[in-house]
C-alpha cells in the first residue's frame, strides 16, 4: 500500500487556526460506513447517535508545557527543546532546533534555574538531554515551558486551555487528543445522565504526532513508542460492554491505540500499561473499538491510515472531499467526525 493513496488536497483556508467557541459548538460528521451514507450535524447533536449502554473511552492525557525556548551556552544562540518523554531520571527524549549544531556535550541554558546538556542523538532525529536545575522539575517547567501548538496553526491561543480537554488529567503529553476538545463539562453529564458510560485511558502523544510518513510504502513505516495505561475500571467497564453487545466508542485515535494494544483477542480486554508502537493501517482488524469519534487528519498522516483502517480507504476520501466541499474546518482545532458500523435507529 502505497503513501500517495492517503493523499488528498485541502485549501490552506480550511486549516483551523483558532478553537471553536462553545467547544461543543463544532460541526459533526456522521459516516455509516455500512451503508456509505454521510450526513452533517454538529457536536452538541452527538447524543443522537448514541444510547444508553453505550461506553465512551476517552484519553485523559494532558499537555505538558513541553516547548523551551534557551540559548547555547558556548555561542548565545536560540535553541528550541522540545520535550517528548522523560527516559529516567531527568533524562528526556527531545526535538532540538537548530538540530545540526546540537552535538553531544553542548549546554543549552534557560536562564538561572534551568539548563539541560546534549547527550545523544536517537534513531529518529531527536536528541536525549539530561536537565539540571535546583528545585522541582515539574514547578520550574510550569514557569519557563510554554504549551506547545502543531506547527500549521500561526494564531496565538489566548486560553491556553483551550487545548486541553476539560477532562485532561495525566501529565505528559507533548500534543492534545484533539478529538476530545469538543465535549463539555454539561455535555459529559447529560451523556451519563441517557445512560452512556464513561471510561478513560492514559497514552501520552509523542514523537509519532510530528513524524511525517518518509517511506513510499507504508507497510515499512516505523511508529515512535508511546507510554499508555488502561486502568482495572476501565478494562472492567469495556468487558461488561461487550459481554452486553453493547458498543465501545472511543474518542480520538489515540484512545483507539490504547484499546487496541491492550488487547490480546477480540471482545476482551485487561488493565495493562506500558509503550506502545502500533501502527493501523488498512487490513488491520478491531478487537475492541464499535465505533470512533474523531477529527479531521493531514493527508499522508498515520491517523488518516488509522480511520481508513476502521472504515475503508475510499469511503474515507469520499467523506473528506465533502468536507472539503461543506467548508469544514480541519485538523487540531477543526471539525468532528463520528464512524458508525451503521446507525442506531431509535
Given at each position: ?106 549546554i543549552i541554558s534557560f536562564g538561572t534555574e534551568l539548563s539541560c546538556e546534549i547527550m545523544s542523538h536517537t534513531d529518529f532525529g531527536g536528541r536525549i538531554v539530561k536537565f539540571h536545575y535546583k528545585g522541582i522539575f515539574e514547578e520550574i517547567l510550569d514557569r519557563l515551558g510554554e504549551t506547545p501548538l502543531p506547527p500549521y496553526i500561526h494564531e496565538e491561543l489566548a486560553d491556553k486551555e483551550r ?184
Amino acid at each position: 500500500m502505497l503513501l500517495s493513496d492517503f493523499d488528498y488536497n485541502l485549501p490552506e483556508e480550511l486549516i483551523a487556526q483558532t478553537p471553536c467557541e462553545p467547544r461543543n459548538h463544532s460541526r459533526l460528521m456522521v459516516l455509516d460506513k455500512t451503508a456509505k451514507t454521510i450526513e452533517h450535524h454538529h457536536f452538541y447533536d452527538l447524543k443522537d447517535q448514541l444510547v444508553p449502554g453505550d461506553t465512551l473511552i476517552f484519553n485523559d492525557t494532558r499537555v505538558m508545557p513541553a516547548r523551551l525556548i534557551g540559548h547555547r551556552e558556548s555561542t548565545g544562540g536560540k535553541v528550541e527543546v522540545f520535550l517528548l518523554r522523560r527516559i529516567n531520571g531527568d533524562e528526556w527524549e527531545t526535538l532540538v532546533k537548530p538540530g545540526k549544531k546540537a552535538l553531544a556535550g553542548n549546554i543549552i541554558s534557560f536562564g538561572t534555574e534551568l539548563s539541560c546538556e546534549i547527550m545523544s542523538h536517537t534513531d529518529f532525529g531527536g536528541r536525549i538531554v539530561k536537565f539540571h536545575y535546583k528545585g522541582i522539575f515539574e514547578e520550574i517547567l510550569d514557569r519557563l515551558g510554554e504549551t506547545p501548538l502543531p506547527p500549521y496553526i500561526h494564531e496565538e491561543l489566548a486560553d491556553k486551555e483551550r487545548y486541553q480537554t476539560v477532562y485532561s488529567k495525566e501529565k505528559g503529553s507533548a500534543a492534545a487528543p484533539t478529538a476530545g476538545l469538543h465535549f463539555t463539562t454539561e455535555m459529559l453529564e447529560e451523556l451519563k445522565a441517557m445512560g452512556v458510560n464513561l471510561g478513560f485511558v492514559t497514552l501520552h502523544v509523542g514523537l509519532g504526532t510530528f513524524r511525517p510518513v518518509n517511506v513510499e510504502k507504508i507497510e515499512d513505516h516505523v511508529m515512535h513508542k508511546e507510554y499508555y495505561c488502561v486502568p482495572e475500571a476501565t478494562a472492567k467497564l469495556i468487558c461488561d460492554t461487550k459481554a452486553r453487545g453493547d458498543r465501545v466508542i472511543a474518542v480520538g485515535t489515540t484512545s483507539i491505540r490504547t484499546l487496541e494494544s491492550a488487547s490480546e483477542r477480540k471482545g476482551f480486554i485487561e488493565a495493562k500499561s506500558g509503550w506502545t508502537e502500533i501502527f493501523i493501517y488498512p487490513g488491520y482488524e478491531f478487537k475492541i473499538v464499535d465505533a470512533i469519534i474523531t477529527n479531521f487528519h493531514l493527508p499522508k498522516s498515520t491517523l488518516l491510515m488509522l480511520i481508513s483502517a476502521f472504515s475503508d480507504k475510499e469511503f474515507i476520501l469520499q467523506a473528506y472531499e465533502e468536507a472539503i466541499k461543506e467548508k469544514y474546518r480541519f485538523f487540531s482545532f477543526g471539525d468532528a467526525m463520528i464512524i458508525l458500523n451503521q446507525k442506531i435507529k431509535k
